[in-house]
T-cell receptor
Framework: AQSVTQPDIHITVSEGASLELRCNYS??????LFWYVQSPGQGLQLLLK??????LVQGIKGFEAEFKRSQSSFNLRKPSVHWSDAAEYFC?????????FGAGTILRVKS | DGGITQSPKYLFRKEGQNVTLSCEQN?????MYWYRQDPGQGLRLIYY???????QKGDIAEGYSVSREKKESFPLTVTSAQKNPTAFYLC????????????FGSGTRLTVV
């Protein structure tokens, strides 16, 4: 069955430090991959998506993600985290006409 | 601007009552989805619809019902059969399902009192 694993439930980084959120997926075919961000009490906002082509994808708010087929991974990165980046982040894989979501990673930013 | 509107933002229900959550989109999307979100459990699919007058059960459909009479609207009814309805509910829509990702509404928080 298709699945998405986000190994880290919580991550805390200092403001200005770099960030990497991990995502591994299980899917037989070429995946459609997404990262979403959710602020407390709000809906999810799309950060970036990968369909094909260049494996390094640029998104909004300075985020990027790299697709590595050999590792079945789609990790999210940001070179310098801002306090406003504190939120929950979800990785998702497109499966047929649905998305399968990971359990999410809560990012805390300390000043 | 196009988007998805969920209403109300907060909803309180007495045990044993049915309650309907509204979801409207003006994006001209064919597919619509309802998810339930509980702390630490990610998003769980309740129902989805790919076209008008058709819908399918997701992973946790028991105790819920939906209708899709118009392309723009996909209301969710939480029935008294749902054992633990207190949660955050998210509606989403998509042009072609998983290929293009979803656009989400801002959610409805349902509390049973």
């Amino acid at each position: 069955a298709q699945s998405v694993t986000q190994p880290d439930i919580h991550i805390t980084v200092s403001e200005g430090a770099s960030l990497e959120l991990r995502c591994n997926y299980s899917y037989g075919a070429t995946p459609y991959l997404f990262w979403y961000v959710q602020s407390p009490g709000q809906g999810l906002q799309l950060l970036l998506k990968y369909f094909s082509g260049d494996t390094l994808v640029q998104g909004i708010k300075g985020f990027e993600a790299e697709f590595k087929r050999s590792q079945s991974s789609f990790n999210l990165r940001k070179p310098s985290v801002h306090w406003s980046d504190a939120a929950e982040y979800f990785c998702a894989v497109g499966y047929g006409n649905k998305l399968v979501f990971g359990a999410g990673t809560i990012l805390r930013v300390k000043s | 601007d196009g988007g998805i509107t969920q209403s109300p933002k907060y909803l309180f229900r007495k045990e044993g009552q049915n309650v309907t959550l509204s979801c409207e989109q003006n994006l001209n999307h064919d597919a619509m989805y309802w998810y339930r979100q509980d702390p630490g459990q990610g998003l769980r699919l309740i129902y989805y619809s790919q076209i008008v007058n058709d819908f399918q059960k997701g992973d946790i459909a028991e105790g819920y019902s939906v209708s899709r009479e118009k392309k723009e609207s996909f209301p969710l009814t939480v029935t008294s059969a749902q054992k633990n309805p207190t949660a955050f509910y998210l509606c989403a829509s998509s042009l072609e399902g998983g290929r293009y990702g979803y656009t989400f509404g801002s959610g409805t928080r349902l509390t049973v009192v």
